[in-house]
C-alpha cells in the first residue's frame, strides 16, 4: 500500500474556494433577491419566461396522485395475499400446529 501524497495548502484553497460562493443578484422583473443562475419562483430566468409553473404544478400533482393509487393497490394486493394464506393454512386443517385465522 503506497503513502498518500500530500495536499498543499494551494490545492486546499482551490478545492475550498467554491464553499463560501453565496453571489446574491438581483432579477430584472422582481424586486426580490435571487442567486444567480437560477430559475425564480415564477419560472423566470434573466427577465423571460423558461418554465411554465402551472404544467408544473398539475404534473407535480398527477405524479402525487399515481403515486397514491399505486400504494393503495399495493395495499390490496398485500390483504388480497393474507386472505390466500389464511385459506391456506385454514385447508391444512391446522395439521402442523399453526393457528387458524
Given at each position: 500500500?503506497?503513502?498518500?501524497?500530500?495536499?498543499?495548502?494551494?490545492?486546499?484553497?482551490s478545492r475550498?474556494?467554491?464553499?463560501?460562493v453565496?453571489?446574491?443578484?438581483?432579477?430584472?422583473?422582481?424586486?426580490?433577491?435571487t442567486?444567480?443562475?437560477?430559475?425564480?419562483?415564477?419560472?423566470?430566468?434573466?427577465?423571460?419566461?423558461?418554465?411554465?409553473?402551472?404544467?408544473?404544478?398539475?404534473?407535480?400533482?398527477?405524479r402525487?396522485?399515481?403515486?397514491?393509487s399505486?400504494?393503495?393497490?399495493?395495499?390490496?394486493?398485500e390483504d388480497?395475499?393474507?386472505?390466500?394464506e389464511?385459506?391456506?393454512?385454514?385447508?391444512?386443517?391446522?395439521?402442523?400446529g399453526?393457528?387458524?385465522?
Amino acid at each position: 500500500m503506497s503513502a498518500r501524497m500530500r495536499m498543499t495548502k494551494s490545492k486546499t484553497g482551490s478545492r475550498r474556494s467554491h464553499h463560501g460562493v453565496k453571489n446574491l443578484s438581483h432579477s430584472k422583473n422582481e424586486d426580490g433577491v435571487t442567486k444567480s443562475h437560477r430559475v425564480s419562483v415564477d419560472g423566470k430566468y434573466k427577465g423571460r419566461v423558461v418554465m411554465d409553473m402551472s404544467k408544473r404544478e398539475e404534473r407535480i400533482m398527477r405524479r402525487k396522485a399515481d403515486k397514491k393509487s399505486k400504494k393503495q393497490q399495493n395495499n390490496l394486493t398485500e390483504d388480497e395475499n393474507k386472505a390466500k394464506e389464511s385459506e391456506i393454512i385454514a385447508a391444512k386443517g391446522n395439521t402442523e400446529g399453526e393457528l387458524k385465522i
